[in-house]
């Protein structure tokens, strides 16, 4: 079972995103990562391996700066334990970053749609069809980020946990249920 985990407010995201994965370790994962809005674009760090991987790579969180963020322990279930195949997994422009918890069971008939209209996935996971599917609503219907993540929750099946964070909307994260728990504090 994989742990998601959010933080929006005054202090720096990375290290309290760190210390909230470090706390659901005793899920079990294979990969872990983190995307943090650092006042211009989303940056994202992940890495196969234990949390003290990503932990490493970006400094305990000091290399990473802004009050905006989500994060990801990965339990594959869709594409091998791999760098890429970790999570956040982000939409084609960068400006869309999705964490899932649980399984998207028609990602593959989203997927093909999805690639026909010309959008090119990089990852192997059910969870990338989420990401690019709320960006295609979001730029191909030109509504607001909760609009397209509603539209996004009407096409896709499953069981899911999802916090979901847009660039342009970088005081926000939209947070999303369905038959897997989530708890906001
Ligand atoms: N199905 C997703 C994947 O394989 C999420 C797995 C999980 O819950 O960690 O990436």
Redesign the pocket.
Known sequence: M?GIVGFIGKEEAAPILLDGLARLEYRGYDSAGVAVFDGKRLKVAKAKGRLQVLSDMIQAGAAIHGTLGIGHT??????APSDV?S?PQVSRSGRIAVV????IENYAELKAFLQEQGVPFTSD???EVVAQLIEYFYETDQVGILEAVGRCLRRIEGAYALGIICADAPDEIIAVRKDSPLILG
């Open positions: 994989c990965r339990w594959a279930t869709h594409g195949n999570h899932h918890n649980g399984i996971t059910d969870t």
